[in-house]
């Protein structure tokens, strides 16, 4: 049976939707570029970032850019599991 590919939230803003995605000072997870897209995908952004709200947090708490983890690292790490489809927080 073929399994599905892992979602990660932190890339598919930054990637597909080509948003810049940070954690502010007073932290709230910031959207940069949503001016661009489309209603549909502006909505769709808000979703993400509401729906994974936690785990993007622990994406972004990185020092870098570079250093932020990817779904799989945290994975490896055993830092999130995944039970019944949804992430769980370790």
Known sequence: M????IFDPLRFLERQLRLKVELASNDKILLYGLNDLSAKRRQQAFRV???YDKLLRMQLDASTHELR???NKLLAQGKIIIKNGQY???
């Open 69 to 71: 983890p990817s779904v």
């Open 2 to 5: 073929p399994t599905r590919p």
């Open 49 to 51: 970032a509401q729906v």
């Open 88 to 90: 769980i927080l370790s």
